[in-house]
């Protein structure tokens, strides 16, 4: 492991999952190659340009991508293709039934599925609550985020902190009453605003200032998906480790490691999955 004083160890992170300390940054990586829908954003690109064709130049750009079918096609067009794209249920994995199990104040997760909270949802606990980043396409509100119970009905977001777990969608979720940030224009007032926290859930800031994140099965070779990150992470107590293999580095995700002083486990991420749900 690189990036740190002394060595941390899988064990450790179970340990601090345990106490509450550490709490898991989930990515769709956790899913491996084997998933019903698809699990990067390059994939997801791919999936709405097979029944939208766009032009090749952005077809690997998902927020470009996507951008493109809401301009030509109108919101619902692309709202549509999403539901249909994740209609497949995914199962939880063997870490995602683990960490629901767990008394953990906040659990991060990036990707459009349910999978989590329906580990949550298994496990029969009613303390925890949802909060979903919306687009404020079509909103007539000023929000940013909406919050849901375990029952899945929209509570007030100021009773967030009574709940023991919230788990935080900043990208929002298929599949739910919520929406979702996905094309360009989902993030432009999302990013214009992101430096001064004006997006992030209030009790998202008033947990982290005591926890690490461990991003696992994430990836930050996007500039959106860095900003993400490390507006989130901010101020947060740490230590902040993420789990990937160090050959397989980008440049930049070097270059965001030291940034952040985010310390790197150098292991193959099933190797972590499987020791982190054990």
């Known amino acids: 492991m690189t990036g740190v004083p002394a060595p941390l160890t899988f064990a450790d992170i179970r340990d601090g999952f345990a106490a509450g300390r550490l709490v898991p940054y989930l990515g769709a990586g956790v899913f491996g190659t084997d998933c019903a829908v698809p699990t990067t954003p390059i994939a997801l690109s791919h999936a709405l340009n097979a029944r939208v064709a766009v032009s090749g130049r952005i077809r690997d750009n998902l927020w470009q991508t996507a951008q493109f079918i809401e301009s030509r096609r109108h919101r619902k067009t692309l709202n549509a293709l999403m539901a249909e794209i994740f209609r497949p249920e995914v199962a939880p994995t063997a870490l995602h039934r683990h960490l629901a199990t767990l008394k953990l104040p906040l659990i991060v997760d990036t990707w459009y599925d349910g999978a989590m909270r329906a580990a949550l949802l298994e496990t029969g606990r009613t303390d925890w609550?949802?909060?979903?980043?919306?687009?404020?396409?079509?909103?007539?509100?000023?929000?940013?985020?909406?919050?849901?119970?375990?029952?899945?009905?929209?509570?007030?977001?100021?009773?967030?902190?009574?709940?023991?777990?919230?788990?935080?969608?900043?990208?929002?979720?298929?599949g739910t009453r919520g929406t979702v940030?996905?094309?360009?224009?989902?993030?432009?007032?999302?990013?214009?605003?992101?430096?001064?926290?004006?997006?992030?859930?209030?009790?998202?800031?008033?947990?982290?200032?005591?926890?690490?994140?461990?991003?696992?099965?994430?990836?930050?070779?996007?500039?959106?998906?860095?900003?993400?990150?490390?507006?989130?992470?901010?101020?947060?107590?740490?230590?902040?480790?993420?789990?990937?293999?160090?050959?397989?580095?980008?440049?930049?995700?070097?270059?965001?490691?030291?940034?952040?002083?985010?310390?790197?486990?150098?292991?193959?991420?099933?190797?972590?999955?499987?020791?982190?749900?054990?």
């Open 129 to 174: 609550c949802e909060v979903q980043g919306v687009t404020r396409s079509g909103e007539d509100e000023d929000i940013w985020t909406r919050t849901f119970d375990a029952a899945g009905e929209e509570i007030d977001p100021g009773t967030a902190d009574r709940f023991t777990t919230v788990l935080y969608k900043p990208h929002g979720a298929v």
């Open 181 to 278: 940030l996905v094309s360009d224009s989902d993030y432009v007032e999302v990013l214009t605003e992101i430096d001064i926290q004006t997006p992030i859930p209030e009790v998202v800031k008033a947990r982290r200032s005591a926890l690490g994140f461990v991003f696992l099965g994430c990836r930050f070779d996007d500039q959106m998906l860095r900003t993400f990150a490390r507006q989130i992470a901010k101020r947060s107590a740490g230590p902040n480790i993420w789990v990937a293999e160090d050959a397989s580095l980008t440049r930049n995700e070097r270059a965001f490691l030291a940034e952040q002083s985010i310390a790197l486990i150098d292991a193959p991420l099933g190797d972590a999955l499987a020791a982190l749900a054990g």
